[in-house]
Each structure stands twice: as structure tokens, then as C-alpha cells.
């Protein structure tokens, strides 16, 4: 019997206020409004997709009972984590400074400013988080591979 696939498709981020957020990820983060569907006034379920992404978040009205702004470290990965950083700040988006594990090619939960010097995959990060607090960790992946 052959082993089952696992996808994540769906990530439910707990927010105060829906159309903040809404307004957040699609004009500031770029992200596309797949759905926004309203049963009645308790329930609203918002689904928003980063570019190139086959993981969605949702947003809404009786999602569920976590906290507002309670996830953490999200991690989407981008091929050019410079350019990446630079788009969302040039939105709005408050996005930290670059770092990069340390030492280089290895790791014992350093960091050092900038990117890493080799471009080495999952070496480099910025983080961003939305208006409630949910938290983004932005990692590079491939750049430049062909």
C-alpha cells in the first residue's frame, strides 16, 4: 500500500478585525481573495493565497477560539528574500532587517546582520507580522539556481 500525501492547504489566522486584516494582506502583503463568504453576521470565512503559494490562510467569523494575533512563524519561502523585503516595505509592511544563521554553513542559533553570504538555502530571514500580531518568517530558498 502505497504511503498518503499530506498537503497543507489551509492555515486559520485569528484575527480582531476581519476587514483590517483583509485589507492588510491583499493591499499591503499582495496576497489574491480566493473566497469571502458570510453565512449571517457569526460566521465569515475569508481565504487568501500568497502569490505562487498552494497554502492559503484563512480569516473570518467563527473560525476559531484562538486568541487574535496568538500564530507564530509562519514561514513562506521567496527565491530573493532582498527583493521580497523591499516590496513589502515599499506596501507598508513593517519588515525587520535581514540575518543569517551563524556560523555559515552550519548552525548554534546565531544570527548576523545581512544575508548569508553564500546565498545558501534556509540561511536567510525577515520577519513581518499583521496588525494583530500573527508573525511571518520570510526565508530564501534557490536563489538564483537554475
Not at 544575508?115 to 508573525?135: E, H, I, Q, V
Amino acid at each position: 500500500m502505497e504511503a498518503p500525501t499530506f498537503s497543507v492547504e489551509v492555515i486559520i489566522l485569528p484575527v480582531s478585525d476581519v476587514e483590517r486584516a483583509l485589507r492588510f494582506y491583499v493591499d499591503q502583503v499582495g496576497f489574491t481573495l480566493d473566497v469571502d463568504y458570510a453565512s449571517d453576521d457569526s460566521f465569515r470565512v475569508v481565504q487568501l493565497t500568497p502569490p505562487g503559494s498552494s497554502c492559503s490562510i484563512q480569516i473570518g467569523n467563527g473560525l476559531t477560539d484562538a486568541p487574535a494575533g496568538s500564530v507564530r512563524n509562519i514561514y513562506p519561502v521567496v527565491t530573493d528574500l532582498g527583493a521580497a523585503r523591499s516590496r513589502l516595505l515599499e506596501r507598508g509592511v513593517e519588515v525587520s532587517e535581514i540575518r543569517h544563521k551563524m556560523p555559515i554553513g552550519a548552525w548554534d542559533g546565531s544570527f548576523a546582520p545581512g544575508l548569508d553570504p553564500t546565498r545558501g538555502d534556509y540561511a536567510s530571514f525577515a520577519d513581518f507580522c499583521d496588525p494583530d500580531g500573527n508573525t511571518w518568517v520570510l526565508q530564501e530558498r534557490g536563489y538564483r539556481k537554475v
